[in-house]
């Protein structure tokens, strides 16, 4: 008798799941278009798998200057999120209309870091920056590049900036900028921590982690972007930002993070 009973009852529990699944709104999976600063663009990609596992959203990445991004953004670039090297051009694009308002956070605290692939050529503290044992020195334009005008502010703090400018190898981003340094064609740079090779938890090549007293902090800021207001892939990777995993993989990459916020 219990044999007789339970299949009309599975029929039904079955029917049920089949009516929820179709009244359910299903929200499709689809392709996030983000302008990403030329430092972050490899976390980035670090992040994308977890993203994607989380939301069934993929990412379509452009990658360069904080400084070009909102040229090409007031000129109609249809990017729906954008992760800024700076605070200061998510908050302009806020006042301008062209992000959403109430979207902006920080989602890292870039470190500055001068670095070369010769061991023993920079030492811990910097000393190299006064030395004649080379020819040039790669920094990103500080125009353009929040990293740039961060590594002309430590070379105006130590008083080295006029006599250093005629060696610069000018990068446009710190992306190029860190080529330059890792090809050999500047023998030492200001680049991004978090570009940095590492050996485990050791930075490979020589380097000075500089002190965050001798800049303006890096707080670089995730805002929405008007062509992202109503999709919910751009809102979904504003959310994951703010995960444990995502802050958690931002810190194990060598970026500071804010307060958790809620």
């Known amino acids: 008798m219990p044999l007789l009973c339970s299949r009309p009852f599975h029929s039904l ?36 798998d977890g993203f994607t596992l989380s939301t069934g959203h993929t990412l379509a990445l452009s990658s360069g200057s904080t400084g070009r991004f909102g040229v090409q953004i007031r000129n109609g670039a249809p990017f729906e999120v954008l ?3 700076d605070a200061h051009l998510p ?8 992000a959403v308002r109430g979207t902006r956070f920080t989602y890292a605290i870039g470190r500055l870091v001068l670095w070369s692939p010769k061991a023993g050529l920079v030492d811990p503290d910097g000393a190299v920056l006064g030395s004649g044992n080379w020819a040039h020195l790669a920094v990103a334009n500080a125009g353009l590049a929040p990293y740039g005008a961060a590594a002309v502010q430590v070379l105006n703090a130590l008083g080295l900036e006029a006599r250093l400018r ?6 446009e981003d710190i992306g190029q900028t860190f080529q330059f340094v890792a090809s050999g064609n500047a023998d030492l740079g200001f680049v991004a921590l978090s570009q940095v090779p590492r050996s485990g ?17 890096l707080r670089q800021d995730a805002v929405l972007l008007k062509p992202g ?4 892939a751009a809102q979904a990777l504003l959310r994951y930002l703010r995960s444990p995993e995502a802050r958690a993989q931002i810190a194990a990459l060598g970026y500071g993070l804010p307060d958790a916020e809620h």
Do not use: I
């Open 91 to 98: 908050e302009q694009l806020e006042r301008e209309g062209l």
């Open 166 to 171: 005629e060696r610069f190898v000018q990068g």
């Open 229 to 232: 207001r109503d999709k919910p």
């Open 13 to 48: 529990q079955v029917l049920l799941a089949l009516f929820l699944c179709l009244a359910a709104p299903a929200v499709p999976a689809a392709e996030v278009r983000v302008a990403v600063a030329a430092n972050f663009r490899a976390p980035l990609q670090a992040l994308a």
């Open 83 to 85: 992760l800024s090297a």
């Open 201 to 217: 938890s050791t930075l490979q090549g020589s380097s000075w982690v500089v002190p965050q007293t001798l800049y303006a902090p």
